[in-house]
């Protein structure tokens, strides 16, 4: 999202404030797309820049680098990553991987496989670092999503009476599947929303902290995660969670960052970006007052149809400060 | 789409006002779907039914097939219909294929693989004959869609000088490609549209016509046809053109339909399909008057990405009843 003035900001600043980490540096940027991170790497004093992309957008890239006057810096190699050989190690690896909440997409298992294949051992990641975080919120959308769900299932009803009455086919045995299916739709899949931050009722909780430089594949197929949140709010509806993510550009423990840049997706009045947030949407809504802890279970893993796509399970306790327990509840979502 | 009422309703008749093609028959329904026309086969007297789904919707079909009575009778079996070997040859070949403007999607190809393995020399098909239909129409579409190709192109300039000042990237390279890329998507690409009959301006000319008995892949592959129509309208607008068809359910020569059943999905104020009709705008509109003539070249092919979705070539000479050229032009549409 070339428009997306928070992303374009935070990688452009990541670079041009930290202009030692590319001067006369090799630089690798994986899914380079248009091109602009190899060209501003290029623009910041790299002396080779090795932009590799999958998809037929190198033909874009490739003019924008003739335009800028960078063909001899920059290469644009069309690709996997997985597959392309480079003729050399590189001193950076700079890349926009981020999907919905981070993980969606998974783009960044081919991030750690171009880490593992071509970083120098003394070379930085670009970003650094990555965390996922989650908070109870309030929100009018569940409302909005049951009695869609719930019209759905009136339409349904109408049709088995019709199909039965007028085509002499008895479909009622399908009611199930299709309540199933279409709580999924309603329900249960998370919903892209750019909440306001008064819709954040209770403190955030990083649910995964990721070093870039070192972390496995493994460590990422599944985020688990125990944690929890003090509504913040007087008196409030509970009525789900929200999941954010940000990431820092630091550089190396080596090789620090001379100003570290933080990109964040959390809610936001002004900064809002096109990741928004995904939300995690609980049905009924629970009343809930300040004070009041919440004990959050959170578990994410990739969807067995589709390794790009995620399933959530979301587990949670309400207390009172007490101690006594007002509420416990279990929901499985997708993020489609 | 089982809440298609004309659709169903159709299916509906054909098979049962015309129950002596399916007493005691033995009948293939080439993807069955949720089985209802396996299933209205079986209900009109058919000994034996095979049920052909590529997808998962088998689990539904088989299980609506039981909650009404049929195991006996209707056999559903998951495979691609060109994969799937059947027992037996069939009597009649009983099958939902049409897609938008009747050919998108490919599925007729599949329906005419099963023909010629499995129907029987004295076999008939249902659907047995399919046209399409192309006619001259007005809408207020087309000033939408050129606005919001207007309104993309202002902020792409806008966004390529913000680039440049804030990012030090020059794009303008990429403003050719990325107009064409709008243009194709707001211009190019055909809409789905159920009509009113009034916006009709001209005679309905029949593009192509398929006998489904005897139709070969090969024929339908490029559809073309050179056809005219007279503006009917006092003076309007002509702002494109609409494509739709109609299906008829007649049998076969020596086994004529008790009834002949007609499905069409030309533009109707009571009996709109979820097919609607497809639109190809023209930009900017012509003015005509009522007895101008079109001469219209069209040809239709399969996308080289995908050959499921389609490519229209439509010329058009606009003739005064003196035979005065008005006007003359060719456009590309993409049914996507
Ligand atoms: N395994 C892989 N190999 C090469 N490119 C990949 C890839 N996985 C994803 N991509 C590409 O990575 C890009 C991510 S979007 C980011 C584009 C660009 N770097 C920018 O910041 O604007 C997409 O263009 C996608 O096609
Ligand atoms: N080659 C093929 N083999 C088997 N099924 C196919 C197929 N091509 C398409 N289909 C299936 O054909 C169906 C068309 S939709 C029609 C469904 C049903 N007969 C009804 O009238 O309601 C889809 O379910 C699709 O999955």
């Not at 380079?32 to 501003?40: D, E, K, M, V």
């Not at 950076?92 to 998974?106: K, P």
Request: aromatic letters at 10%; one cysteine or more; charged letters at 25%.
């Amino acid at each position: 999202m070339l428009s997306d003035r928070v992303r374009m900001d935070a990688y452009y600043n990541s670079i041009f404030r930290n202009k030692s980490h590319f001067l006369d540096k090799v630089v690798l940027d994986v899914g380079t797309g248009s091109g602009i991170l190899a060209i501003w790497s290029a623009q910041a004093g790299a002396k080779k820049v090795y932009a590799v992309e999958a998809t037929k957008m190198t033909d874009h890239a490739r003019e924008l680098v003739r335009a800028n006057n960078l063909e001899g810096i920059v290469e644009v190699i069309e690709g996997s990553i997985e597959d392309v050989i480079l003729p050399e190690k590189v001193d950076v690896i700079i890349s926009e991987w981020m999907g919905y909440f981070l993980l969606r997409e998974s783009m960044f298992d081919s991030v750690i496989c171009a880490r593992d294949r071509w970083l120098k051992p003394t070379g930085v990641m670009y970003p650094s670092h990555a965390r996922m975080w989650l908070a109870p919120i309030r929100s009018g959308l569940g409302d909005h999503k049951m009695s869609d769900y719930e019209g759905s299932m009136d339409d349904w009803q109408y049709f088995v009476k019709n199909t039965k009455n007028h085509y002499g086919v008895d479909m009622s045995i399908l009611t199930k599947p299709f309540s199933e299916e279409q709580k999924k739709y309603y329900l249960q899949t998370s919903l892209w929303n750019n909440l306001h931050p008064n819709q954040v009722i209770g403190t955030p909780a990083v649910v995964k902290e990721i070093d870039c430089l070192t972390v496995t594949v493994e460590e990422i197929l599944v985020v688990t995660a125990n944690v929890s949140s003090s509504i913040i709010k007087e008196e409030t509806r509970l009525c789900g969670f929200s999941g954010w993510f940000d990431v820092h550009f630091r550089g190396s423990k080596e090789n620090p960052a001379e100003e570290e840049i933080e990109l964040t997706t959390e809610p936001s009045e002004e900064n809002g970006t096109h990741w928004g947030q995904q939300v995690f949407l609980i049905h009924p809504p629970t009343h809930v007052c300040s004070g009041d802890d919440l004990n959050i279970n959170f578990a994410m893993s990739r969807s067995k149809e589709n390794h790009r796509l995620m399933e959530v399970d979301l587990g949670c306790e309400v207390k009172q400060s007490s101690g006594k327990l007002l509420q416990s509840f279990k929901h499985k979502f997708f993020i489609e």
